[in-house]
């Protein structure tokens, strides 16, 4: 079992930066991807970015030049850089975890942390 803790969601003005954390209790496989995800309100969950133990990254088209995805294996730990954010970049954000290679699609992770809200105001 893997728990997941985030933190450095708030409210920010559009512009504004916020950096999001998550914390892996342990590590369960010897490759894992860490990602983030966020849901708006009415709308489907939807990956934001994700990292493979590797280094190698995704992201979605919404979010690319202005998020980056980062993380510290040694500490188990992933962070996403959110710069130049929008209104519409408002929701919760969640991390993900699985084994394996990036994958896109929130089912395809094994283990959710409990969610951070990020609110960008106009």
């Known amino acids: 079992q893997v728990q997941l803790v985030e933190s450095g969601g708030g409210l920010v003005q559009a512009g504004g930066s916020l950096r999001l954390s998550c914390a892996a209790s342990?590590?369960?496989?010897?490759?894992?991807?860490m990602g983030w995800f966020r849901q708006a309100p009415g709308k489907e969950r939807e990956i934001v970015a994700a990292?493979?133990?590797?280094?190698?990254?995704a992201y979605a088209d919404s979010v690319k030049g202005r998020f980056t995805i980062s993380r510290d294996n040694a500490k188990n730990t992933v962070y996403l850089q959110m710069n130049s954010l929008k209104p519409e970049d408002t929701a919760v954000y969640y991390c993900?975890?699985?084994?394996?290679?990036?994958?896109?699609?929130?089912?395809?992770?094994?283990?959710w942390g409990q969610g951070t809200q990020v609110t960008v105001s106009s």
């Open positions: 342990r590590r369960t496989f010897s490759t894992y991807v």
């Open positions: 990292v493979s133990w590797s280094g190698g990254s």
């Open positions: 993900a975890y699985r084994p394996g290679s990036v994958a896109d699609l929130s089912y395809q992770y094994s283990y």
